[in-house]
């Protein structure tokens, strides 16, 4: 975090520039050394007691408390077997915990069917988004190859680790232990439950689980119980990995990767339909049946910003649009074989949605991954979308940067090329949006160990003013939540 | 993981759920060896309520079309059900059978289809994203008193 360790980390990044230029990736693996980045998607081989992390940087601001949640992946490997993709690692769930200025960490798996199967057998044999099923594989539920590896939300007291194709896993929010699945009613089980819960305005949640054509439109109460769960049919098969909500609508975007056939694994099954284009469908909360498709370009994504809706009914919301899915398809899944397809990056890029149905595209002209924003303001007219930045060399991004959707600018800090930058989160300070602070993590490859940093979200040039280092390096993370 | 829930609705869906619905094949003619009889020993079972559905197939056909020359329903009695077969000829058989739970003669399967009701082959097969195919499920039943255990999950 020093600014020696930076220039440093920029002169690295010079050369680090021009080898690439002439070095191709499979050149440059050829008896090459393992990437340092590889270190991003490397295997832990136990639960972290709880422990303390040492403050390297700043101070924490005074009453500043809360308990930082992250999960992803970080057990890819076993005897001489491998998850076949970045998505298929075992869900390891992460407490960072700052009270009185100091910070604590706590990391435990998600004690699932598939990771105590893999366990016994001594070898990686569930299928999952890019992972063929092995030898001695048991699929007979969507609990059985649930990898509880995407993100976590708390529901009624209870911290919930999230996957994409089936029940959420329920976790004791202090211990970390698995409780088992979740099942919000008797006749929902094995139903899939996505990773990117939407708040609505006034406490409830609104998640989807996918199905081909078909989705299941969930909506919990305040306290975690289900209020309604509603069957709904899609015009298209297409892939999605994220949704997004207004006030009264839920927003599902429907790009051109569809899922034309059920294979094993999952995204053998998916393909790119770019002459499609992507459609969007908006349903009305109070009537699933009321719905409106708008038409846009093709584009991929994963990831969407919250939905807000203006006075005379235009739809406004962002995400990280990418020209096709080549890094799901294929660059997600080389990097666990230490390999870095070079491939244009997500750009961050607002959907308008015209009440007379025409739809356009505002691409901020930034890259841009995993997009945040101030919670309070879900599904509200909101300014600003915090996400990750600058990927240079690596498969990874170096900076945390604030977008302002009003005056079109940018503020950002750049932790260098020897910090991987995982996604970072709003924590509240004071009233009006973005009033808060920024609070996330990184991989430092430098000191070979995961750090947590605090930014104020409106000052992020600044860099940080509190960062904590734990004493190991724990592979990247995808979804957080943060817990005041 | 969208793709998941329809591979496991469809595959299992053609193995287990019409078990109930579907009537029992003519009785076999009157064997010329010895006759046979099963007992199939249920264990295992979560919830001591309901039954257990029980399809008894005697050949690669039989279980790939679903065609059961048996079927019977077996009243759970705490952890356990017991069904009992008899003057059945010699030969290789399979069973699949799954925990009627509510009692409604129906596999149990939430809106995508995957079944929400335990499930079970014989010899302890178990199918990848369906159900377990004949070679892993069949055994051999010999002339006189034959036991085979089921263990559903």
Do not use: C
Not at chain 1, 250 to 255: E, F, R
Not at chain 1, 324 to 334: K, L, M, T, V
Not at chain 1, 420 to 449: D, M
Request: glycine residues 10%.
């Amino acid at each position: 975090m020093t600014p020696t360790l930076d220039r440093r980390a920029f002169l690295a990044a010079g050369f680090a520039a021009a080898a690439a230029a002439i070095v191709t990736p499979e050149m440059a693996l050829a008896g090459a050394a393992p990437p340092a980045w590889l270190l991003g998607v490397g295997d832990v081989e136990a639960d972290l007691p709880e422990q303390a992390m040492r403050l390297v940087h700043g101070r924490a601001p005074a009453g500043f408390a809360g308990r930082l949640y992250r999960n992803g992946p970080a057990k890819f490997r076993r005897g001489g077997s491998a998850a076949g993709h970045w998505f298929d690692g075992d869900g390891l769930v992460r407490k960072f915990e700052v009270q009185g200025g100091r910070a604590r960490l706590t990391a435990r798996f998600v004690d699932t069917p598939k990771r105590r199967l893999e366990a016994r057998l001594g070898a990686m044999v569930q299928p999952g988004f890019g992972t063929p099923p092995g030898p001695g594989a048991r699929i007979a539920n969507t609990e059985d190859v649930n990898a509880a590896n995407t993100g976590v939300m708390m529901a009624g007291g209870e911290l919930l680790a999230l996957w994409e194709g089936g029940s959420p896993a329920r976790l004791d929010p202090a211990s970390l232990e698995t409780r088992g699945f979740r099942t919000f009613r008797p006749d929902l089980r094995y139903m899939p439950f996505q990773a990117h819960p939407r708040d609505e305005p006034g406490g409830a949640v609104w998640n989807m689980g996918l199905s081909g054509a078909q989705a299941i439109a969930w909506k919990l109460n305040g306290d975690g119980s289900l209020a309604r769960a509603d069957v709904i049919e899609l015009p298209r098969r297409s892939y999605f990995h994220d949704f997004t909500a207004t006030a009264r609508h839920l927003v599902i975007v429907l790009q051109p990767w569809i899922n034309e056939s059920f294979r094993l694994p999952l995204a053998t099954g998916m393909l790119w339909r770019p002459e499609l284009g992507t459609q969007v469908l908006v349903l009305d909360k109070d009537d699933l049946s009321r719905r409106r498709i708008f038409e846009l370009p093709s584009f991929a994504f994963f990831h969407l910003g919250d939905a807000w809706e203006e006075s005379d009914g235009t739809i406004r919301f962002d995400g990280a649009f990418e020209a096709d899915p080549s890094f799901g398809q294929r660059a997600a899944a080389a990097l666990l074989r230490g390999e870095h397809h070079r491939m244009p990056h997500p750009i961050l890029t607002q959907v308008v949605l015209r009440p007379d149905g025409r739809a356009e595209l505002l691409p901020a002209g930034v890259a841009a991954e995993f997009p945040s924003s101030d919670r309070r303001f879900s599904g509200l007219a909101r300014r600003y979308t915090n996400h990750v930045t600058h990927y240079r060399d690596t498969p990874f991004p170096h900076a945390i940067a604030r977008w302002d959707w009003q005056s079109g600018r940018e503020t950002l800090f750049d932790f260098g090329d020897h910090q991987l930058v995982e996604e970072f989160l709003f924590a509240p300070r004071g009233g009006g949006e973005g009033n808060g602070w920024l609070i996330g993590t990184t991989l430092n490859l430098a000191r070979n160990a995961t750090e947590l940093h605090l930014l104020d979200a409106e000052r992020l040039a600044a860099g940080p003013v509190a960062s904590w280092r734990a004493a190991l390096p724990l592979p990247l993370t995808f979804h957080g939540t943060f817990a005041a | 993981m969208p793709n998941l829930t329809q591979v496991l609705a469809a595959a299992f869906l053609a193995g287990a759920a019409p078990l109930a619905a579907q009537p029992p094949a003519p009785a076999p003619s009157p064997a010329t060896a010895a006759p046979a009889s099963l007992t199939l020993a249920f264990t295992g079972i979560a919830r001591p309520e309901g039954f257990v559905m029980v399809a008894l197939f005697d050949s690669e056909a039989g279980w790939r079309e679903n065609r059961p020359v048996r079927t019977v329903r077996a009243a759970v009695a705490g952890a356990s059900a017991q069904a009992l077969f008899d003057g059945l000829p010699p030969g290789r058989y399979g069973v699949k059978s799954f925990h009627d739970m509510d009692g409604d003669g129906r596999m149990g399967t939430n809106p995508f289809g995957i079944p929400i009701e335990p499930f079970a082959f014989s010899n302890g097969a178990r199918g990848a994203a369906g159900p377990a195919g004949w070679a892993e499920a069949a055994f051999e039943l010999r002339a006189g008193a034959n036991r085979h255990a089921i263990a559903i999950q």
